[in-house]
């Protein structure tokens, strides 16, 4: 039988894959996976908006969210 695959959300949509890196390297230390998707193309120089967007699993986005707030108070 297969496994039904994970329910994703994106977290956060970014101009650049160094921001998406760095979010879903905190994310990891909170012990929270997290991919950047979309970085290949958002470099290219075109009409088309190419955002890199952070994915993680539905069921730890508040998480993700509470982890990414409470970077921003401390920074």
Known sequence: MRQKPPDLSVL????????????????ESHG???KAMGG???DFRS?????VR????TEDLSRARA?????????
Request: proline residues 2%.
């Open 54 to 57: 952070v994915i993680v699993r």
């Open 32 to 34: 929270i996976e997290a």
């Open 67 to 75: 982890a990414l707030e409470e970077n921003r108070t401390v920074s």
């Open 47 to 51: 009409e088309a908006s190419g955002d």
């Open 12 to 27: 956060a949509s970014l101009p650049t894959e160094a921001e998406a890196i760095l979010i879903t390297q905190l994310l």
């Open 40 to 42: 290949y193309i958002c």
